[in-house]
């Protein structure tokens, strides 16, 4: 069983470096035939650096307390397959409270999936990260008005919604097909 965690995290480690790699070199061959844009790509890269530099630390420490702190019971109770629907809207308001990249959910998302919490609730949690954020909403409703941002909020929620079930029943059904498959080899190998 270590082996074959082992095994997958090696070919996971050795994927993000080919990846890493591919990435540079397409970087270095449109640098060189796009010399003008080195330097706006040189800057953009170091303040997202540098920013991810700062911010991660945090994220890090803040995930730590959550993995020790943060039952794991308490996790499938509130955002687990037995808490139906209520969890893909906790999922919503988790990720529309905080403020800050993206990048700074999928840790919490993944530590979510680690213990317990159901494929739905994770992609609004993380969609709502990415599109619906109370202080977003405020600096809507000064700028664009009430009836546009009560519009897009709910129509940003509705789909969100959607999007979430659909994707854990398209999952669940590939992993349903995927076990018979695996289970027909089994029983035919007999």
Known sequence: MKENVKEKQRKGMKRETILLVVTLIITIILLSIFPDKQEAVTTASWKFFIEMILILPAVMVLMGLFAVFVPKDMVVKYLGKTAGIKAVFLGILMGALPTGPLYVAFPMASALLKKGAKISCIITFLSAW?????????????????????????????????????????????????????????????
């Open 130 to 190: 990415a599109c619906i954020k109370i202080p977003q909403e405020m600096v809507e409703l000064q700028f664009l008005g009430p009836r546009f941002m009560a519009a897009r909020l709910v129509l940003t929620t509705v789909f969100v919604v959607i999007m979430g079930v659909s994707i854990e029943r398209l999952i669940e059904w590939s992993d349903k097909k995927e076990s018979k498959s695996m289970g027909g080899k089994d029983d035919a190998s007999i």
